[in-house]
């Protein structure tokens, strides 16, 4: 069988009709964001966990000039001092019950989204096969390519991305044609020319 152009030539072509650039780009973005909230959940701990301390020191702070002023004055001339200390003491320890709760859930946030990026590490760049089934039902290019190479025929794009050379291989006569596609002629003329010469 003869061929109009070198095989090494044809499977050159070939490859370079496999467009992953926009998938690495997506993952890439995927990895970005996932860093980016990662970043964004670290700081967040390390400011609640700076606030949580600050309140600890606060509530250190009143507990002891509570006792202060207990050990100094009489109980009967600052007990509305007293239940007001009472009431802040509670309430900066709600704060800090509060505060840690919060850092507790972020934790375990920060947990399962370095779960998450474990599994789309061991996914890799084109992800497990739902997805790439789900990308190829999604995209119209991939279909029409499918449709096209199991007619037996391969198209070929140029760098900007147009189709623009199609290989049609007859296996019955054992013939292998290569059209280059001029957009002055129609698509019809070229389904008819496919047709007749598939």
Known sequence: MLLDEDPATLIHHTIGNFNTAPDKIAIGRINESLSTLQQARDLRIEEAEAALKKLSRSLATLSTQHNETLSSHRSMDHASQIVELDTQKFRIAKVASDLE??????????EGLKCRLQELDMQGVDGDEAMKAKREIDDPTILKLKIFRSLGIDVEADNAGNYNKAIIRNIQKGDVHVVNIDPKFSRFFYAQYFWQTM
Do not use: A, F, Y
């Open 101 to 110: 709760i919060e850092g507790e859930r972020l934790e375990q946030e920060l």
